[in-house]
């Protein structure tokens, strides 16, 4: 796998709030492949993010992939207010409502690409009758809820066997929680392709002042190539 095969997904809960439509179009004009919108009702996890309205919002500013992960809770009935709102990919956890599959075709039947999010402690086993159904599987390498979290590397080995069960599937894999140059290396050369950053990408940079963020990009693509 090479830099060009590997997406990097800024996550813009680690943007200036007061400002997402032109830090969007900064880290997008740096070299970011797609937005990360991270969506939290504080009820399946401990934190209140956005609404379907910010995402609409923020749409027109996005020139790449609108990608929105819900950690909310049922989450069913809010599917197609994001899809509404122009979301190219929307994830939901396993554990989000009685019947994972059900929302899987929710999310297809809204017209938008559908992700499924594992957290660090849920087994593979739950994916082995989705894998036909998904476009995207997010390994959560923090627990959800916050940014700015520790790696926590058990997740590595999960990786591993997911893209082993993938097999020649086109679905991404996608790493969510602490990835920076260090990190991505890792969970690259197991077989992920799609890299969630926020302060990694956002650190030492502002609208006023956007090359950081093209340098913090650049070290992640750089670390995470394999040739």
């Known amino acids: 796998m090479t830099t060009s095969d590997i997406k990097i997904a800024p996550s813009i809960l680690a943007a200036d709030f007061a400002n997402f439509g032109a830090e969007i179009e900064a880290v997008e004009a740096q070299g970011a492949d797609w937005i990360h919108v991270d969506v939290m009702d504080g009820h399946f996890v401990p934190n209140i993010t956005f609404g379907p309205e910010t995402c609409k919002a923020i749409r027109p500013h996005i020139k790449t992939v609108m990608d929105v992960h819900l950690m909310i809770s049922p989450v069913d009935a809010y599917i197609e207010a994001f899809a509404d709102a122009g979301a190219d ?3 939901a956890h396993v554990e989000a409502g009685p019947h994972i599959h059900r929302t899987l075709q929710a999310i297809r039947g809204a017209g938008a690409k559908a992700g499924l999010a594992l957290n660090p402690g849920t087994d593979l086993d739950s994916v082995d009758y989705l894998l036909d159904m998904v476009d995207l599987v997010c390994i959560m390498t923090v627990n959800p809820g916050f940014g700015g979290q520790k790696f926590i590397h058990s997740q590595v080995e999960k990786v591993r066997k997911l893209r082993a069960m993938i097999g020649d599937r086109p679905i991404h ?6 990835v920076t140059p260090e990190t991505a290396p890792l969970v690259v050369e197991a077989g992920a392709d799609v890299l969630v950053a926020g302060s990694a990408v ?26």
């Open 89 to 91: 990919v929307i994830t």
């Open 173 to 178: 894999i996608e790493i969510d929680g602490g």
């Open 202 to 227: 956002f650190k030492g940079g502002s609208v006023g002042n956007p090359a950081p963020y093209g340098d913090n990009i650049r070290a992640i693509r750089q670390a995470a190539d394999l040739r």
